[in-house]
């Protein structure tokens, strides 16, 4: 089939028009009781749960991918190395799909640059003018920051403005669709309290990168003031939903917040021979794989993808993990 048909045949397929609105799914409150006095967050957390995160979209490749997106998003699916019989079939109305990702993905991308030697970086809402670093990937986390730019620019006489003119709330808003975002994957749910202070430029470009050596990666954990089993929890929180780059998942089941990820990649970088009892995972990012062949990670995922006692583990210390902003005292869920 010749590029431009099969263009054509993914733009209309793409284009999905005929499928039914869902009815509205209730959620639960996030918020912390007290914190939103005047229910300005409360309403942010309903439109982004109902217009956003209930009304996501899941892409599917019948090639075999079981992504998000499969490579075939609007902006992807018009360069040039696409794969012409890779054709996307795009179902609506789902949650965990191609916004919930990135709005959980931005949480880390905004609280990763943190350095807490000098108190400075972290979830300050910065990710917004750091959008063209190559680490975020242009169009992928832009999606969801332009949403809550919207969002933002509509709520500004609540919010107010910085000196540069933009709406204050970006990092509060980045947690909160992050936590959205999570128990439409399944996790059970972490509160929500807002009060963050936004940054008006963006923070050195210091995030972790997906080629860099086990050294480096975990100097840069260390800066951020992770302990070992953190960075383990926050690595499978994370990756537990996400997608490779051309679509392939980092586990066999993307739109789900579960236990996937542990044993697959111990499967997929230690091999089968070891972890018999676990598929390889779909999609390995180099950093990941660090955290097989270092002895005390590797440990931790073991103990979690194994022990009866593994998820509960994984789920404690995840509902501990301080992705803080300037305040130890705040973590991401108060
Ligand atoms: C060494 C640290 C990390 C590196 C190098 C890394 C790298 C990557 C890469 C290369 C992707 C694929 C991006 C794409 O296809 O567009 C990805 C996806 C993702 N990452 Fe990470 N990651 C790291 C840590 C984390 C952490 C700590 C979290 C969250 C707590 C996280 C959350 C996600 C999510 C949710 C996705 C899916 C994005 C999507 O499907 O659109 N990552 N990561």
């Not at 991918?65 to 075939?72: A, D, E, Q, T, V």
């Not at 910085?162 to 959205?180: F, S």
Request: proline share 6%; charged share 20%.
């Amino acid at each position: 089939m010749s590029k431009r048909s099969s263009i054509q045949l993914c733009i209309s397929i793409f284009s999905h028009a005929a499928r039914p609105e869902q009815p509205t799914l209730p959620h639960p409150n996030f918020i912390v009781p007290g914190s939103d006095p005047t229910g300005l967050w409360g309403r942010i957390e309903d439109r982004l749960w109902n217009d956003v995160f209930t009304r996501d979209t899941h892409f599917v490749c019948p090639n075999g991918f079981r992504g998000s997106n499969c490579g075939c998003t609007p902006e992807r699916f018009a360069g040039d190395n696409v794969d012409p019989d890779n054709f996307c079939v795009a179902y609506d109305n789902v949650r965990c799909g191609f916004l919930g990702r990135k709005a959980w993905r931005a949480v880390f991308h905004d609280f990763g640059t943190y350095n807490k030697n000098d108190d400075t970086g972290g979830l300050n809402g910065s990710l917004r003018y750091e959008l063209n670093s190559e680490k975020n990937l242009g169009n992928e986390l832009r999606q969801i920051i332009n949403i809550y730019e919207e969002i933002l620019a509509e709520e500004v006489d609540a919010l107010g403005t910085m000196d540069n003119g933009d709406p204050r709330g970006m990092a509060d808003l980045i947690v909160l669709g992050g936590v959205l975002a999570l128990y439409g994957c399944g996790h059970p749910g972490l509160m929500f309290s807002p009060g963050r202070e936004d940054a008006s430029v963006p923070d050195a470009d210091i995030l972790p990168a997906a080629d860099e050596s086990p050294e480096v990666m975990f100097g840069k954990f260390d800066r951020m003031g992770f302990s070992r089993a953190e960075v383990v929890t926050l690595m499978a929180a994370g990756h537990t939903v996400a997608n490779g780059l051309e679509g392939a998942a980092f586990d066999s089941t993307p739109a789900q917040f579960d236990m996937g990820w542990f044993g697959q990649t111990l499967a997929g970088v230690a091999g089968v021979d070891n972890f018999p009892q676990f598929q390889q995972a779909p999609f390995i990012v180099n950093t990941d794989a660090h955290l097989v062949n270092n002895d005390e990670t590797r440990a931790i995922m073991v103990h979690r993808a194994t022990a009866s006692n593994g998820k509960a583990t994984f789920l404690e210390d995840f509902e501990n993990v301080s992705l803080t902003d300037h305040e130890e005292t705040r973590p991401l869920h108060a």
